[in-house]
């Protein structure tokens, strides 16, 4: 069995055929990832209909012309409890740090939340990695670092705070630097995540999460570990962070 941790169906046309191509894939659980207010509200609808899916709902750095009830909403949809952690949250300078302090803002009222809440936080950092460490150091919380792509002493410094790294089809690229990172580390700390529609271990194609067991499969190689027992690691992984033992 493997588990999707983070992606996005909203941007599909036909998202029955999505879930049911990742299940025949042996990805028998989606756990979909919010990034706006309309984003969350959509994806709050697919519990309705999905028995397969859980939620993480939250504010993307982008998102700081965001207005208080929209935090008070942010702790409405978590009285689900298929809602299972606060994300994606966190920094992203990318295009420069003119909005930094109203980023860091809205991010450490995401993680009071989540400390409010006992709830793990899924991470959005992009260029900012030592404003995000020390803000995460500031919080007794434990998460995923979405779409992990540092330096194997950047990963260290997460997995010191007891973060796990998201590791995607970035890990298949020609050129990326994860393949190193993820044999140094080994298989107790990662999850896995297609951040689907994007990010496609086949370059040029739309993603999804079926894609998840070719990640499993490449990455089981660089650990020189089956794919079935990498499978099993890194959903009990995901189990035990998004406390989903009771739940599936």
Avoid at 60 to 89: M, Q
Avoid at 92 to 119: P, S, T, V
Avoid at 151 to 161: D, G
Avoid at 217 to 226: K, P, V, Y
Wanted: charged share 30%; glycine share 6%; aromatic share 10%.
């Amino acid at each position: 069995m493997l588990i999707d941790t983070h992606l996005h169906l909203s941007e599909y046309k036909d998202i029955s055929k999505v879930i049911d191509r990742a299940i025949k894939n042996d990805v028998k659980y989606l756990i979909v990832s919010g990034s706006d207010f309309s984003d969350n509200k959509w994806n709050m609808s697919l519990l309705e209909k999905y028995d397969n899916i859980f939620l993480t709902c939250g504010y993307h750095p982008e998102c700081i012309d965001y207005k208080e009830d929209d935090l008070k909403y942010l702790e409405e949809c978590i009285k689900n409890d298929r809602v299972v952690a606060i994300g994606e949250i966190g920094l992203d300078y990318h295009y420069g740090k003119d909005n930094m302090e109203k980023q860091k803002e809205l991010f450490k009222k995401q993680l009071d939340i989540a400390e409010k809440y006992n709830l793990p936080v899924v991470i959005h950092t992009r260029d900012a990695f030592l404003d995000t460490y020390n803000i995460l150091k500031e919080y007794n919380l434990k998460g995923v670092i979405h779409c992990f792509s540092g330096s194997l002493e950047v990963a260290q410094k997460y997995i010191s705070l007891g973060y796990y790294l998201g590791i995607g089809g970035v890990i298949t690229f020609k050129n990326s630097n994860l393949k190193d990172v993820v044999k140094k580390i080994g298989a107790d700390k990662i999850l896995f995540e297609t951040d689907s529609p994007y990010l496609s271990p086949y370059r040029g194609m739309e993603n999804e999460p079926c894609n998840v067991k070719v990640i499993c499969e490449f990455t089981s190689d660089i650990l020189g570990i089956s794919p079935s027992k990498l499978s099993k690691i890194t959903s009990d992984n995901a189990i035990r962070l998004f406390d989903l033992e009771s739940k599936i």
